[in-house]
């Protein structure tokens, strides 16, 4: 009786903490995923923030990123939208790095007003890459030729089934450096007047949190509970938002044309990706 009570009073005089919505953007950059195996990217993130920030009372939204990078392309896109969103509501950005949050995925950090870690955080790693593998020796060995058509001297640009060409190696590092001059400007502007030392700050390599502090980095070294009971009082509660779930309780997932493949060409694309993800949290040890 007494809580039915409570809640007819109007909110400016409920005795009520704070409530802080939480968004978790974990895991691996890339475009596509499905509910069996989910990545982040805009069509995944996108109705959990436009949630988060729909909460009308709340001063802030929290977000728990935990990503060692992945796709420029998504990783601006979350960025983008997370900064539209707060711009729209007027509401503050809090990110809180669990593991790691390293190219692309601090990219993303850069859209929070303010950057936590833990001291063992990994930060960093503001640079491009491209990796891949090539096959010409191994098609001779098994005495498969290999048969391309073009119209277009250029279609066929890094082909691997045919040996690495100067050219196109250098036609790759002159994508990688605008990509990369991108990536400082976002550094730049987001990190104006804490950025240590641009030239370290910008090779491609990753600190820890306490160092990523001593670089400007980040912001502050903590945990989220702990931050943001300090911030908005010890009643502050913390409310994780979750994607919709479907009719069997599963998540729906973001439109993606791998839903639409065969069993073979899914197996195949799936196990190429998880190769890639692992790739990804291996390089910090993860």
């Given amino acids: 009786m007494a809580g039915f009570l ?5 909110k400016r ?37 436009e949630k988060a920030f729909s909460f009308k009372d709340a001063p802030a939204v929290a977000i728990s990123l935990n990503s060692p990078g992945g796709s420029p392309v998504q990783s601006r896109l979350v960025f983008t939208r997370i900064r539209e969103l ?7 950005v809090l990110v809180f790095i669990e593991d790691v949050a390293a190219s692309g995925g601090y990219m993303i950090a850069l859209a929070g007003d303010e950057i936590i870690a833990d001291p063992t955080s990994i930060v960093g790693s503001i640079g491009v890459v491209s990796g891949g593998f090539g096959f010409p020796e191994l098609l001779k060995k098994i ?8 119209a277009g001297e250029n279609k066929v640009i890094l082909d691997p089934f045919q040996p690495e060409k100067e050219k196109d190696i250098e036609y790759l590092k002159t994508l990688q450096l ?20 641009d030239d370290v700050v910008f090779s491609g390599l990753f600190w820890t949190g306490t160092r990523g502090l001593e670089l400007g980095l980040i912001d502050g070294l903590g945990d989220m509970r702990q931050e943001l009971k300090r911030r908005f009082g010890a009643k502050t509660k913390l409310e994780l938002v979750m994607p919709a779930r479907g009719l069997f309780g599963r998540r ?27 790739a990804l949290w291996s390089r910090y040890g993860l």
Avoid at 143 to 150: D, I, L, S
């Fill in 6 to 10: 409570k809640r007819l009073l109007p």
């Fill in 13 to 49: 005089f409920r005795k009520e903490g704070v409530v802080i919505p939480v968004v978790r953007l974990h895991g691996p950059i890339m475009s596509g995923g499905s509910q069996f195996r989910p990545t982040l990217n805009l069509a995944a993130a996108a109705q959990v923030l």
């Fill in 86 to 92: 707060a711009r729209e509501k007027q509401k503050k």
């Fill in 143 to 150: 005495g498969v030729e290999r048969r391309v058509y073009t």
């Fill in 178 to 197: 605008e990509i990369h001059q991108v990536f400082i400007s976002m550094v730049r502007e987001r990190r104006a007047g804490k950025l240590k030392n």
């Fill in 252 to 278: 729906i997932p973001g439109i993606s044309s791998a839903n639409l493949e065969g069993a073979g060409a899914g197996l195949a694309t799936g196990l190429v990706e998880a190769a890639e993800e692992k």
